[in-house]
Structure formats: structure tokens, C-alpha cells
């Protein structure tokens, strides 16, 4: 049964040990989330990324990020802190001097201040998850939630990690692919129209993603749209039908075939699947 991380009437959550969502099936996260490692170590692709995390390292997540569990040790163990996406614009929203974009970023920190504080973070919102109101909780959430962002920034900065920084033009047009994939994935799945807004070539493009996820542009498309395809069956009513015009499919029968095609099975078995 999938679980999400949050809802609208609980819009913090918190988990420990290892969550069911985190798995190695992959997942489409619509929350922020703050993960603070206790023990053991995973190595986690984020969208087009390898985070290796350790014991102490604290790390990131931001909504419609692509989570997936490549490796993990036996007595890996961590801390989750789940935000609504609603919590988590507010809190950014009220920060001052802040690299915002960077924070949108997935980051990770191995400092003792950052686990510290989110350790913290755990120990007080625990209590207020289960004794506060949803108003209540959304503005003691918004301000731990800003205070943590303002001390990450901190430590990034301390720890001269540039997060802006790019070591090469290939570097910085494989990020805009990222951005822009995130944008428009439900109008287009074709790499011609994201060599087109970058102002390159397909086979450019092919090269610069290749070299850095190991993957064609294609399968990086095709990946990122199925797992958000999956959030949207897991999480919602939403007909076939519906999905596939929300996706910019000429007809049902196209979505379904796509969905099939890169997922393993209907769209139909999938939601019953994860659903019974």
C-alpha cells in the first residue's frame, strides 16, 4: 500500500527507519524533504545525480524530485522530515540574503551543525505533529523550516561549496536540460524540443547528457515522466483519460501503450497494484 509522504491535512510528517516509498522501484516525490542520516550508507540517484550519503550527512529534497535507491547497507537508517510544498514556498518565501535556487537544488551536507539541527528540527516537531492544530503546525513549521534553510546556507557557505558554479558550458546546459525537463515534461517527451529551447543540437544534447547520466536524453525524458505518471496514479482519482490529456497524449490508447512500454505494465494495473 503506498502511503504519501504528507496530505493536506497532515502537511508535516515525520519517519524513521527506512519508508516504504524509499525504495529501489524509484519515486516521484510532490513534498520537501529534510533526511538526516543516523547509520549505515545508501547511494541515492536524485533525478540525474548519485548522492552518496553516510552516518551524519543530511540531505535535501525538494518537490517533484526523482528518488531512487541504487545501493544501501543493511543497517542504513535515517530521519525523515516531510514538508508540503505549500510549508516549504512559505518558508522560502520569508528568507532574507538566501540562495534560494540553491536550496531548490537537492543538496548534501556533512557537517555536525546541519545533523545537529535537524535532529532538533525531529525532536520538536514530533510532539507538535501529534498535538497541534494544521494551523498551528504550519506556522511553528514554516519557521523551523526557515531557521534550518538559513543555517544550511551558512554551511554550504562555510564549506566554500559553490553550488551555482560550473565547471564547464556542458555542466551548465545539462542543468537548464534538468530545468526545463521539469517544466514541460507533460507537453513533450521529444528531444528535439529540448535541444531547440537550449539553442543546440540533438546530437549535442545526446552527448552532454550521455557523458553525465549515462543515459540518452530520451530515456532521462521518458524516466522523469513515467515516475511523475506514477505519482499522479498513486496519489490521485484522476481518469485515464484525463491523464492522458493532462500529458499531452493524442488518445488513451497512446498514453497507455507509452506507459506500458517504459513502466512494465498498464496504467491501469499499476494503480491496482499499488493500491490493494
Known sequence: MFTPFVTDEHPVALYAGVPPQYTSEGLAIDCALVLHVLKGTARIRCNFEIIEEQADSVVLFNPDDIIKVEQRSPDFEVEILAFSSFIQLAALNQLENVNISALRRSMILDTPETASAASGMVRLLRPAIDACTVRELYFISVMQLRAFYMLYQVMLRRNQIE???????????????????GEHYRESRSVAF????LCI????LTNIVQARYGKSPKEAIDTYTVMQIRLDLLQTDITLTELAYKYHFSSPSFFSDYFRRNAGCSPQEYRLQNNS
Not at 194 to 197: C, F, P, S
Open 201 to 204: 543540437t540533438t546530437r549535442y
Open 194 to 197: 529540448y535541444a531547440d529551447k
Open 163 to 181: 553550488v551555482d558554479a560550473f565547471k564547464s558550458r556542458g555542466d551548465e546546459l545539462f542543468f537548464k536540460f534538468r530545468q526545463l525537463l
